[in-house]
């Protein structure tokens, strides 16, 4: 079993949607938790950074955190066709290993116009 | 602006050549940085990390003698892919953390094909 479940999609959406992004996790130990965005053939992209269990807004973007389910999402309101990218969350267990994240497979987000 | 710079960003080698990347900081310093590789339509999955001065540490079923990791200087590492297969054939990136943590920029990363 992997450590970071994260569905690979694709998701497509009407342009002014919102995009609902999950993934799960099985090390409890895991208490930072971070969305990249990545275009294809690039590399990612910081969105969001949490720490622990909680909400966190920037924007249109929403991350979520529930640390009791291991689960985390990430909501983006008034979609743009602008969005569409791999959206990729990754977790690392504390700082001294701060670099070492665990990524899930990344999910293709399609913006329709 | 770009945080780490990469280079190159794409490469083309014969099988059993070696190929070498270069990961730069960009007005900063960077103790540490990590090397991911990252296979089409699959997750970043960490290398090693190589620390400035200091031998790189190699994550599980990495092959250090064939991935030679330099960090000669506090704002560039090199990853060197010695021997390389078609199998190597993968999208190599590194990251660094700036602000001692606060969060991770990853590089543009290196497209590398073999032949």
């Known amino acids: 079993q992997k450590e970071v479940e994260q569905d690979p999609g694709p998701l497509s959406v009407p342009e002014g949607a919102i995009v609902s992004l999950n993934c799960t996790y099985s090390n409890s130990a895991f208490q930072y938790f971070m969305w990249y965005r990545q275009y294809s053939r690039k590399g990612p992209e910081l969105l969001m950074y949490t720490y622990s269990s909680g909400n966190k807004e920037d924007g249109r973007f929403t991350a979520q955190v529930d640390k009791s389910s291991k689960y985390i999402s990430l909501f983006i309101r008034d979609s743009q066709p602008s969005d569409s990218a791999t959206y990729l969350c990754?977790?690392?267990?504390?700082?001294?290993?701060?670099?070492?994240?665990?990524f899930g497979a990344g999910t293709q987000v399609v913006v329709t116009p | 602006g770009a945080v780490v710079s990469q280079h190159p960003s794409r490469v083309i080698c014969k099988s059993g050549t070696s190929v070498k990347i270069e990961c730069r900081s960009l007005d900063f310093q960077a103790t540490t940085m990590f090397w991911y590789r990252q296979f089409p339509k699959q997750s970043l999955m960490l290398m090693a990390t190589s620390n400035e001065g200091s031998k790189a540490t190699y994550e599980q079923g990495v092959e250090k003698d064939k991935f030679l990791i330099n960090h000669a200087s506090l704002t560039l590492s090199t990853l060197t892919v010695t021997s390389a297969h078609p199998e190597d054939s993968s999208f190599y990136i590194c990251?660094?953390?700036?602000?001692?943590?606060?969060?991770?920029?990853f590089g543009e990363g290196s497209w590398l094909t073999v032949v």
């Open positions: 990754a977790m690392s267990p504390s700082t001294d290993s701060w670099g070492k994240l665990q």
């Open positions: 990251s660094t953390d700036r602000d001692s943590g606060n969060t991770i920029y």
